[in-house]
């Protein structure tokens, strides 16, 4: 048992072009957790989830990651770290100029490049075969559906086999079926490699299907949520604001 958290935030603020995104954020993520942000758009979901894997540094407060201060390494203590982790980003941020097949194994040739090729080889096959898109994997990624792309940022953010999995936003644009297959890959990836994960999504329908425990972020800071049904019965105005959709309220909609 580890003997530190997967994420603490400690008086977090975050500033981005002299605005305050976050501020005073106290946040704690334990071990082989789910847990789910949620909030209006432009409230700052992606920049927490970016701090918290070290991709954008607090203006004030400290974020420990694995139980190592992001703030305080140095390069090389900071690519190990990031060995950890994976992030499925936003639209997926795929390298246009790479095949389906390197996309993956881009993150083993940049963080482990002595591994061999047949090893490399056996990594990729595994996570295209577990998102369905090993018989894809000369193509490039132009050529692949909306839902194939967002799979294959998946297939990039576990090849590592990190301890920490973010997905930014992954059911964004997806039709409920696939929404729904996207929703129960994450969870089906999670139990196979017993890691922690942590989910920005804009649809509270997902939210409850993933939690876990869920977040709300919205005028600067955090409203935690609990699970599900803890959600759904929340006394917090805002928290009803958000889950019923409703323009009116103490929620400052972006």
């Excluded at 992606?46 to 070290?54: Q, S």
């Excluded at 799979?151 to 301890?163: F, S, W």
């Excluded at 949520?225 to 103490?250: C, T, W, Y």
Aim: glycine share 10%; proline share 4%; charged share 20%.
């Amino acid at each position: 048992m580890e003997s530190f958290p997967a994420l603490d935030l400690v008086n977090v603020t975050v500033e981005l072009g002299g605005e305050a995104i976050l501020r005073g954020i106290n946040l704690t993520v334990h071990h082989g957790e789910t847990l789910v942000v949620v909030g209006p758009s432009g409230g700052g979901k992606t920049v927490l989830l970016k701090t918290m894997a070290g991709i954008i540094a607090p203006t004030q407060g400290h974020v420990h990651c694995e139980g190592e201060d992001w703030q305080n390494l140095k390069t090389e203590a900071k690519r190990e770290l990031a060995r950890k982790i994976g992030v499925q980003f936003q639209k997926s941020a795929l390298f246009d100029s790479l095949t389906v097949y390197d996309n993956v194994a881009f993150p083993l040739r940049e963080h482990r490049p002595n591994m061999a090729k047949s090893e490399v080889e056996e990594a990729v096959q595994y996570c295209l075969t577990a998102v369905d898109l090993w018989g894809s994997r000369a193509q490039m990624p132009y050529e692949l559906s909306g839902g194939m792309q967002l799979r294959l940022g998946v297939a990039r953010a576990i090849v590592l086999h990190p301890k920490i999995i973010f997905y930014d936003d992954p059911t964004a644009g997806l039709d409920p079926i696939n929404s729904d297959k996207m929703v129960d890959l994450i969870l089906n990836l999670k139990g196979q490699y017993d890691s922690t994960v942590v989910v920005v999504t804009h649809d509270i329908l997902r939210a409850f299907q993933l939690a876990g425990r869920i977040i709300l972020v919205a005028n600067q800071e955090i409203i935690e949520m609990g699970s599900a049904d803890e959600a759904k019965n929340h006394k917090d105005p805002r928290v009803q604001q958000f889950i019923h959709g409703q323009l009116e309220g103490p929620l400052e909609w972006g």
